[in-house]
Nanobody, 115 residues
Framework: QVQLVESGGGLVQPGGSLRLSCVAS????????MGWYRQAPGKQRELVAR???????NCTDSVKGRFTIARDNAKNTVYLQMNNLKPEDTAVYYC?????????WGQGTQVTVSS
């Protein structure tokens, strides 16, 4: 069983920055992809950004130019750097790891963007 532990959420003003971290309980080399999803109240969970085993990345249009996903293989950690945060970014952010056919989730970390 894989454990994913997120950290770094919190309350930030619009225009501010946060960096989320996700530490995996085993080498992230074993995963086909790792990503960050988010779920706002009353909305479906959506993909925010993803990084693949070959290092390629993608992200949803609403965060392009503001959010960056990266990984540190030595620390078994994936990061989500979030800049120029907006109130609509408020959500619970979940770390995800994919190793076909299994998918693993962290417990989530709350991000609130408000003045």
């Amino acid at each position: 069983q894989v454990q994913l532990v997120e950290s770094g959420g919190g309350l930030v003003q619009p225009g501010g920055s946060l960096r989320l971290s996700c530490v995996a309980s085993r080498s992230i080399f074993t995963f086909n992809a790792m990503g960050w999803y988010r779920q706002a109240p009353g909305k479906q969970r959506e993909l925010v950004a993803r990084i693949f085993a070959d290092g390629g990345t993608n992200c949803t249009d609403s965060v392009k130019g503001r959010f960056t996903i990266a990984r540190d293989n030595a620390k078994n950690t994936v990061y989500l750097q979030m800049n120029n945060l907006k109130p609509e970014d408020t959500a619970v952010y979940y770390c995800n790891a994919l190793q076909f056919p299994s998918m693993y989730w962290g417990q989530g970390t709350q991000v609130t963007v408000s003045s």
